[in-house]
């Protein structure tokens, strides 16, 4: 069993920047595969990163490429979301999850964090 808690959203401007984080509780964090993924209104919840159990492999969502960085620190339970020029387009509930499927997706995460709700005002 795996505990997500999530940390570090708010209201930035556009071309601004965030980090949220996730601090995982529970054992073997270090076995999981991480991601993120966001919601806005009326939307399904969408993939925007996930990143492989040692940190070598992470593969982005087209939309967020180059702007948004996935890391993870397995000594620290904590995994990281670094959301550079922000856009509008960006504003959602977003929220890190944990599973075993490379890349992880919707239907193959296992654990989910509670969301944080980011909104980049134009």
């Known amino acids: 069993q795996v505990q997500l808690v999530e940390s570090g959203g708010g209201l930035v401007q556009a071309g601004g920047s965030l980090r949220l984080s996730c601090a995982a509780s529970g054992r073997a964090f270090s076995t999981y595969i991480l991601g993120w993924f966001r919601q806005a209104p009326g939307k399904e919840r969408e993939f925007v990163t996930s990143?492989?159990?040692?940190?070598?492999?992470?593969f982005y969502a087209d939309s967020v490429k180059g702007r948004f960085t996935i890391s993870r620190d397995n000594a620290k339970n904590t995994f990281y979301l670094q959301m550079n020029s922000l856009k509008p387009e960006d504003t959602a509930v977003y929220y890190c999850?944990?599973?075993?499927?490379?890349?992880?997706?919707?239907?193959?995460?296992?654990?989910w964090g509670q969301g944080t709700q980011v909104t980049v005002s134009s």
């Open positions: 990143i492989n159990r040692s940190g070598s492999t992470i």
């Open positions: 999850a944990a599973g075993r499927t490379w890349p992880l997706g919707v239907s193959s995460t296992n654990y």
